[in-house]
């Protein structure tokens, strides 16, 4: 596991996906522009290995090996050695375009560069590039370190062998990982925007709270988190994108109309767990639900 990767945003899936990539032995360059998300990146990246390493998951030299494979970066351009390039940061594509349109002129011409976008096309984002055979979907699933599906993304002009690399890549890194097209939110989150929009829906008929309809899909559904915690563990600001993203590409289908409940706590800040507020609270002392 010699090829250098790159991780660009250091946020809940950066972090993740650095932490795999460091455990398998890669040495792995964690760049985000955020002011301090780097270090906090590294930090939570050590205590994830630390806990893990507890849990006896993994072995204490093992924990210590992946740290010692962790760099930060403070520029792009420190990036330029690296052979995969996994982007995770916001999801907005133009933010993505100019990304990789930056990242085009750093890397070597044989670096592949993926998107762990949840729902952007591929294909759009590679529409922008010099050579759009080299960028390939590579997307994880929330916690990266515990979900083993990651969707292997194949725009319509990515190179086969770029292509099949992130699914070897992804298959030497303990994952399962599964081919799919370049369709609006790929299989898991065209599959899931349903579970979330009716969950949305029952609330604003106020049939219930979100703590009794997600305990009901526990419960009784056999789902593994109910609607409203799975949002929180995500990010409203994320979901809402995604949400916003299939609706768009879907030529504003009604099914995927974005939630103005969920538009409200995007608005207020109250992204779920990363800011410690969302459908619950998150923190040590008791504040009542806003919704
Ligand atoms: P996040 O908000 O936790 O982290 C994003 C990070 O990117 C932030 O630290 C931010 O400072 C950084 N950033 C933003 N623009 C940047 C730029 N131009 N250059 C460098 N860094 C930049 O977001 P999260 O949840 O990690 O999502 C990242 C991507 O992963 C999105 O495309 C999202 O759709 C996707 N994703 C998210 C999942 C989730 O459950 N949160 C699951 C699977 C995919």
């Given at each position: 596991?010699?090829?250098?990767?790159?991780?660009?945003?250091?946020?809940?899936?950066?972090?993740g996906?650095?932490?795999?990539?460091?455990?398998?032995?890669?040495?792995?360059?964690?760049?985000?522009?955020?002011?301090?998300?780097c270090?906090?990146a590294?930090?939570?990246?050590?205590?994830?290995?630390?806990?893990?390493?507890?849990?006896?998951?993994?072995?204490?030299?093992q924990?210590?090996?992946?740290?010692?494979?962790?760099?930060?970066?403070?520029?792009?351009?420190?990036?330029?050695?690296?052979?995969?390039?996994?982007?995770?940061?916001?999801?907005?594509?133009?933010?993505?375009?100019?990304?990789f349109?930056?990242?085009?002129?750093?890397?070597?011409?044989?670096?592949?560069?993926?998107?762990?976008?949840?729902?952007?096309?591929?294909?759009?984002?590679?529409?922008?590039?010099?050579?759009?055979?080299?960028?390939?979907?590579?997307h994880?699933?929330?916690?990266?370190?515990?979900?083993?599906?990651?969707?292997?993304?194949?725009?319509?002009?990515?190179?086969?062998?770029?292509?099949?690399c992130?699914h070897?890549?992804?298959?030497?890194?303990?994952?399962?990982?599964?081919?799919?097209?370049?369709?609006?939110?790929?299989?898991?989150n065209?599959?899931?925007?349903?579970?979330?929009?009716?969950?949305?829906?029952?609330?604003?008929?106020?049939?219930?709270?979100?703590?009794?309809?997600?305990?009901?899909?526990?419960?009784?559904?056999?789902f593994?988190?109910?609607?409203?915690?799975?949002?929180?563990?995500?990010?409203?600001?994320?979901?809402?994108?995604?949400?916003?993203?299939?609706?768009?590409?879907?030529?504003?289908?009604?099914?995927?109309?974005?939630?103005?409940?969920?538009?409200?706590?995007?608005?207020?800040?109250?992204?779920?767990?990363?800011?410690?507020?969302?459908?619950?609270?998150?923190?040590?002392?008791?504040?009542?639900?806003?919704?």
């Open positions: 596991m010699d090829t250098t990767v790159a991780v660009v945003g250091g946020g809940t899936m950066g972090a996906i650095a932490q795999v990539a460091a455990t398998a032995g890669h040495p792995v360059l964690i760049y985000d522009s955020g002011e301090g998300a270090a906090r590294i930090a939570s990246i050590r205590l994830g290995l630390d806990r893990l390493a507890s849990r006896g998951k993994i072995t204490r030299e924990a210590e090996k992946a740290n010692d494979c962790l760099a930060p970066a403070t520029s792009l351009r420190e990036l330029a050695c690296a052979g995969l390039v996994i982007e995770a940061i916001v999801e907005q594509l133009p933010a993505k375009q100019e990304l349109g930056k990242l085009e002129d750093i890397v070597s011409p044989e670096c592949i560069l993926a998107s762990n976008t949840s729902s952007i096309s591929i294909t759009r984002i590679a529409a922008s590039l010099r050579h759009p055979q080299r960028l390939v979907g590579m994880f699933f929330n916690p990266v370190p515990q979900m083993e599906l990651v969707e292997v993304i194949r725009g319509l002009a990515s190179d086969a062998a770029a292509v099949q992130v070897d890549t992804a298959l030497a890194w303990g994952k399962t990982p599964v081919f799919a097209s370049s369709t609006p939110g790929f299989i898991v065209r599959l899931a925007r349903p579970y979330y929009a009716e969950g949305l829906r029952v609330l604003n008929e106020r049939a219930s709270r979100p703590a009794t309809i997600d305990a009901v899909m526990r419960e009784s559904g056999g593994r988190m109910g609607p409203f915690e799975l949002m929180d563990l995500i990010g409203h600001d994320v979901n809402f994108a995604v949400t916003q993203s299939v609706f768009q590409a879907c030529f504003n289908d009604p099914r995927f109309t974005p939630s103005l409940i969920q538009q409200e706590l995007v608005h207020a800040g109250y992204l779920g767990r990363k800011t410690g507020r969302g459908f619950y609270h998150h923190g040590p002392e008791h504040v009542p639900p806003p919704i």
